[in-house]
């Protein structure tokens, strides 16, 4: 769960580093190159949905000294409005003319006839058009007859806005998409956090619940006060040796506490009997595996309860009870257990015997290596003797 935390803050710190560099980019290359050159032509009755361009004759009179015939002269005076994001500067508007004819005096800018083009330079005071602005224009021209204009075109640089960069809509999609991300991981920690204590206190009465009925167990016989607590203890360490997650040996614990719950439809008097059993006796006692397996039948919170209970004393070999199984059939919960319960039968003093000194269970654990026992197992638990491992500390929580 941990590591799965990590990885996710990994991956959402790096995404935002990323965004974090693409705006930077943006921002560099926005101050960087803020102009944008462009052009526009827009013909005679025609629209544009960014510009609007026009150019009116506001007073013309007849001037029969130009050249043989009559001529008009004019005065035409013109707007160009923006409606782009940003301002325009450095434009200049190159108009086509019906027909050509001689420029006779012009303002606002500097103006070039060549043919029937006439170009418009803007001076200092107009060569920025801003948003929802506009700038005019206007000349004078004598020509045969008033002028039509047949298209314009201007040309020139705005300043890109942030809003008008792709790149720009990418990073909010992208953002969003972060946050959106941050705040589900947010949320699904804040209920991993309330799963994880109500798991926890649910794991508390478990555990309770479960040390209360295997201290009955254990108080049938006075001999075997705690054995079911010792049998838990060891079977975790044995499988942390293993190698086993958390959770499994979380688990194992559990199992190891009720694996003798059987013994509850023992007699007392069959179970703390101090002399020899008798066949029928041993048979009565060895039922306690199936007993203990009926009892934890339709307990399923734990996966392993029913058959750490059935078949702990199960022999590696395929020689014990009550089924006869053999090596991996055997459950690993049963095989750990039953090596476990063996050594704390072994090192506890029993009403028919004392315990036994530590150089006969270490023979006896080796000894039965593959026959009685894992191989594997039995060797941890002859570790854990030569380290001095008999701790009844309690690692269930």
């Not at 923006?82 to 006779?104: A, M, P």
């Not at 070999?317 to 072994?346: F, N, Q, S, W």
């Amino acid at each position: 769960m941990e590591k799965r935390r990590k990885t996710i803050l990994i991956i959402l710190s790096a995404v935002l580093v990323v965004w974090c560099m693409l705006a930077m980019y943006l921002r560099y290359s926005i101050e960087s190159d803020p102009i944008n050159s462009f052009t526009v032509k827009i013909s005679e009755g025609e629209s544009n949905e960014n510009m609007d361009i026009s150019v009116v004759a506001t007073k013309h009179w007849y001037n029969d000294k130009y050249k043989v015939g009559q001529t008009v002269g004019a005065q035409y005076d013109g707007t160009i409005s923006s409606r782009y994001e940003g301002k325009i500067t450095e434009w200049k508007l190159i108009i086509t003319l019906s027909e050509e004819g001689k420029l006779d005096s012009y303002w606002n800018g500097e103006y070039i006839l060549e043919g029937n083009k006439l170009t418009i330079i803007p001076d200092v005071n107009t060569k920025e058009i801003f948003t929802d602005g506009s700038r005019t224009f206007g000349f004078v021209m004598i020509t045969e007859k008033l002028l039509e204009f047949e298209e314009f075109e201007l040309v020139g640089s705005r300043e890109m806005k942030y809003t008008e960069q792709p790149l720009y809509w990418f990073l909010v999609f992208y953002i969003a998409i972060w946050i959106m991300l941050a705040l589900s991981y947010v949320i699904a920690e804040i209920q991993t956090k309330r799963y994880e204590e109500r798991r926890k206190k649910d794991g508390e009465i478990i555990l309770q619940t479960m040390r209360t009925f295997a201290g009955m167990i254990d108080a049938k016989d006075p001999y075997t006060s705690g054995h079911s607590l010792r049998v838990a203890s060891y079977s975790q360490e044995l499988a942390r040796r293993m190698n086993i997650g958390e959770e499994e040996i979380r688990n194992l614990g559990y199992i190891a506490l009720m694996h003798d719950c059987g013994k509850m439809g023992i007699n007392d008097s069959v179970l703390t009997k101090p002399g020899s059993l008798t066949p029928e006796e041993r048979k009565f006692i060895q039922e306690h595996t199936v007993k203990g397996g009926h009892v934890l039948e339709n307990f399923t919170a734990i996966e392993g309860i029913k058959e750490g209970a059935l078949y702990h004393h199960e022999r590696y070999d395929g020689t014990g009870y009550p089924y006869g199984l053999k090596g991996e059939e055997i459950p690993l919960c049963a095989r750990i257990i039953c090596v476990a319960d063996a050594y704390d039968a072994m090192n506890t003093r029993r009403c028919y015997r004392s315990n036994l000194p530590k150089d006969v269970i270490l023979d006896e654990l080796e000894h039965n290596k593959g026959t009685q026992f894992d191989p594997e197992i039995a060797k941890h638990m002859i570790d854990m003797i030569h380290e001095g491992y008999c701790s009844v500390e309690d690692i269930l929580a």
